[in-house]
Structure formats: C-alpha cells, structure tokens
C-alpha cells in the first residue's frame, strides 16, 4: 500500500534473487497510457537493473484492464517465471469503476490461485488522475518498479518450491 512516506521505487538490491535466468511477460493495458506506459518502463527498467536480459523481457498490450485477465491467461503460456498486469483505472462518475476493478482483480486472483505462473498486480486504481500519476514516477515512486521487485521474488519463490 502507498503512503506518503513510501517511494514505490526504493528496495534494497542486495536482498533481492539473483534473476539473471528468468523471464518474465508484462502485458500492459492501453487505456491511460500516460499512465501505463510509466509503470510499465519502471518495471522494465528494475528488471534489467537485476540482471534480467532484455531478450527475457516480454511484452504484450492489451486494450484496457478488464483484458489484462486473458492476456495474463495466454501470457502464462509463454514459458514466462512470472508475469505482470499494468493498468490503471481512475474513478468517474458511474460505477464502471468498481465492476472494472473487482473484475480485475478477482480475475488475477484467480490465476494466481489456479495456475502456476505467479501474476503480479500492478493496476493503480485510484480516485483521480493526479493520485495515478504520483504513483507511476512521481512523488510516491513508480509501482511498476514494486511490481518488478515482486515478480522476481515471486519467481524465485516459484522455483525454490
């Protein structure tokens, strides 16, 4: 969870498994890609900053976030340690919102619970442009850089059991 006093992008490297040999898939949504495209290159960019080759890197886009669900689906297929969904959904004044986001998220929820590639959920859903955008490389860091950091420990975590 962000908070004030959290930058999404700080993590300690030296406690973090060597990810040289894994691969891993992204599938970015379109929709608010001034959002998306952000979270997707601090991700990326964590990636390759702990030794994930570029080649291992794989990347899907989707439209918007309610595909995130099968594209993470058939993204699992690809022989990938782990995967990651980016998206954002901001509130506006009906209830597509919510039906987006709890569709999202039980939808991750369950691939992580039936399947055996790890997805990590990096899809801000926030209030207000403003709140997505401080959280994709602003004040509160990048939530794609976390999601990067969780994908490889995740992965690990995969491999080890």
Wanted: proline content about 2%; hydrophobic content about 40%.
């Amino acid at each position: 969870m962000a908070t004030e006093n959290k930058n999404l992008s700080e993590y300690d490297k030296t406690l973090i498994p060597d990810a040289s040999k894994f691969r891993f898939g992204i599938v970015v949504s379109e929709w608010n890609d001034t959002i998306t495209e952000p979270l997707f290159q601090g991700a990326f960019d964590a990636l390759v900053d702990n030794g994930v080759l570029e080649s291992n890197i794989i990347r899907w886009n989707v439209p918007g976030s309610f595909e995130l669900i099968y594209g993470a689906k058939k993204m699992q297929e690809q022989m990938v340690n782990a995967v990651i969904v980016i998206g954002s959904v901001i509130q506006g004044e009906t209830k597509h919102f919510d039906f987006v986001c709890e569709g999202v998220t039980q939808g991750i929820k369950d691939l992580n619970v039936m399947r055996e590639t790890p997805v990590i959920f990096c899809v801000l859903t926030d209030n207000t442009l403003q709140q997505a955008i401080d959280r994709s490389g602003g004040k509160h860091g990048n939530k794609g850089t976390e999601a990067a950091i969780a994908a490889i420990k995740m992965a690990e975590l995969r491999k080890n059991s």
